[in-house]
């Protein structure tokens, strides 16, 4: 199985994606893209976490979508 992800990619320099972490994904930096691949048998879970921190203006909205 392939599975495809991505953290957000900030376009504005006053907006600052940090702290990213993903386990067992491989991270494409300039996309921001996550991949894992693996065998998953029949009836069988995998849960893929990762996570980021987003840092931005007071005065600014951010939204995630």
């Not at 972490?21 to 067992?24: K, N, R, T």
């Given at each position: 199985?392939t599975?495809?992800?991505?953290f957000?990619?900030?376009q504005?320099k006053q907006?600052?994606?940090?702290?990213k972490?993903?386990?067992?994904a491989?991270?494409?930096t300039?996309t921001?893209?996550l991949?894992?691949?693996?065998v998953l048998?029949?009836?069988?879970?995998?849960?893929?976490?990762?996570?980021?921190?987003v840092k931005?203006p007071k005065?600014e909205?951010v939204?995630v979508?």
């Open positions: 199985i599975i495809e992800d991505q957000p990619i900030s504005y907006v600052e994606i940090f702290d972490q993903s386990e067992y491989t991270e494409a300039e921001g893209k991949t894992w691949k693996f048998p029949p009836n069988e879970t995998q849960k893929l976490p990762f996570k980021f921190s931005y005065t909205f939204e979508n």
